[in-house]
T-cell receptor, first 112, second 114 residues
Framework: AQSVTQLGSHVSVSEGALVLLRCNYS??????LFWYVQYPNQGLQLLLK??????LVKGINGFEAEFKKSETSFHLTKPSAHMSDAAEYFC??????????FGAGTTVTVRA | GAGVSQTPSNKVTEKGKYVELRCDPI?????LYWYRQSLGQGPEFLIY????????DSGLPNDRFFAVRPEGSVSTLKIQRTERGDSAVYLC????????????FGQGTRLTVV
């Protein structure tokens, strides 16, 4: 079975500061790993995805994540937060190419 | 339409009633997924369609839940004898084929059972 743990249900950062969202997974097989973002009143949107190959994955809006197998982690970062980054972020794992297991989510607020 | 459309956006129903939630996927997308998101949790997988058939319905919580996609496009999630615990946001997503890189989510239907 696959599961995801997101550390911290709420993260508050200052505008221009580093954004770091933590995600650890458990999987019995090499997983597909994802980060999704949900802006207020919008549907989930894919930020980035890891399948195989390069462990540092770049996504949209300046976000990136690094797959670390030894730590079973897939943390999401952005060097400089913008007000528009305020949203809820979900880490997800999949053993195949259709079913996703999501974490509980992390809400990001950005302080001016 | 331009994206995945779900109707209604909000539904309030009484305990014990029957409800139907509709999903219009992006035109041409063969894969369709339903998820349920309870308050404070991430979405949970319910069912996956490839074309008209349910390829994986292992996430449906019990036999009160059923979903169809008769023509391989629009899908309806049906809940019989609703319970207060069914209250959640029901999300639909579609993709051109399997592969989550291309999956697009709708805004969801918020179901409240009173």
């Amino acid at each position: 079975a696959q599961s995801v743990t997101q550390l911290g249900s709420h993260v508050s950062v200052s505008e221009g500061a580093l954004v770091l969202l933590r995600c650890n997974y458990s999987s019995s097989v090499p997983p597909y790993l994802f980060w999704y973002v949900q802006y207020p009143n919008q549907g989930l949107q894919l930020l980035l995805k890891y399948t195989t190959g390069a462990t540092l994955v770049k996504g949209i809006n300046g976000f990136e994540a690094e797959f670390k197998k030894s730590e079973t982690s897939f943390h999401l970062t952005k060097p400089s937060a913008h007000m528009s980054d305020a949203a809820e972020y979900f880490c997800a794992v999949s053993p195949n190419d259709y079913k996703l297991s999501f974490g509980a989510g992390t809400t990001v607020t950005v302080r001016a | 339409g331009a994206g995945v459309s779900q109707t209604p956006s909000n539904k309030v129903t009484e305990k014990g009633k029957y409800v139907e939630l509709r999903c219009d996927p992006i035109s041409g997308h063969t894969a369709l997924y339903w998820y349920r998101q309870s308050l404070g949790q991430g979405p949970e997988f319910l069912i996956y369609f490839q074309g008209t058939g349910a390829a994986d319905d292992s996430g449906l919580p019990n036999d009160r839940f059923f979903a169809v996609r008769p023509e391989g496009s629009v899908s309806t999630l049906k809940i019989q004898r609703t319970e207060r615990g069914d209250s959640a946001v029901y999300l639909c997503a579609s993709s051109p084929s399997t592969g989550h890189t291309e999956a697009f989510f709708g805004q969801g239907t918020r179901l409240t059972v009173v």
